[in-house]
């Protein structure tokens, strides 16, 4: 099993839509959350952390983090075509001090 | 403010020969990171810098060495380039280590 986990997608959602992004992670004792949208041929760039269970707002993203299921999620509200991007997951496992990304999923907004 | 800045952008070795790629933040960040990414593989940890003066092997650090020169900047080297180690490479800055990193633009690197 992986260390952090996501659908490669593609994910396709209209305009407008709400778009949502799930990871799960294999060490349960994991304390710090991260999303990161990378566009092609870019850099990765940090969209949200989240440190504690439960949601986490932050303009038309929101974070929600479940420790006991060990998962976290990315919900983008109202999708833009500009939101088309490979979104990656980061977690910092509670067994080292390295953060381990999973592979992205990648989402295309349809105008 | 530039954040992480890194260079060269582009490079193609041939195997066998060295390298070493340059990183420089102005976040006054402690902790530093250097990562590869490949395709099907997402980013993988090869070395990290808790703080100046430290270093830390990732997940692939074989055939890579790192130095942190100062608070600054931390360097990566490859001793003798193989085609396996064709990636873009990305380094990264956070305030400390479980905090958010912040990334550079990356260098594309081919090894022929």
């Known amino acids: 099993q992986k260390e952090v986990e996501q659908n490669s997608g593609p994910l396709s959602v209209p305009e407008g839509a709400i778009a949502s992004l799930n990871c799960t992670y294999s060490?349960?004792?994991?304390?710090?959350f991260f999303w990161y949208r990378q566009y092609s041929g870019k850099s990765p760039e940090l969209i949200m952390s989240i440190y504690s269970n439960g949601d986490k707002e932050d303009g038309r993203f929101t974070a929600q983090l479940n420790k006991a299921s060990q998962y976290v999620s990315l919900l983008i509200r109202d999708s833009q075509p500009s939101d088309s991007a490979t979104y990656l997951c980061?977690?910092?496992?509670?067994?080292?001090?390295?953060?381990?990304f999973g592979t992205g999923t990648s989402l295309t907004v349809i105008p | 403010n530039a954040g992480v800045t890194q260079t060269p952008k582009f490079q193609v070795l041939k195997t066998g020969q060295s390298m070493t790629l340059q990183c420089a933040q102005d976040?006054?960040?402690?902790?530093m990171y250097w990562y590869r990414q490949d395709p099907g593989m997402g980013l993988r940890l090869i070395y990290y810098?808790?703080?100046?003066?430290?270093?830390d092997k990732g997940e692939v650090p074989n055939g890579y060495n790192v130095s942190r020169l100062n608070k600054r900047e931390f360097s990566l080297r490859l001793e003798s380039a193989a085609p396996s180690q064709t990636s873009v490479y990305f380094c990264?800055?956070?305030?400390?280590?479980?905090?958010?990193?912040?990334f550079g633009q990356g260098t594309r690197l081919t090894v022929v």
């Open positions: 980061a977690v910092n496992l509670d067994t080292g001090n390295q953060f381990y």
């Open positions: 990264a800055s956070s305030e400390a280590l479980r905090l958010a990193a912040f």
């Open positions: 976040m006054n960040h402690n902790s």
């Open positions: 810098s808790a703080s100046e003066g430290t270093t």
């Open positions: 060490d349960r004792g994991s304390q710090s």
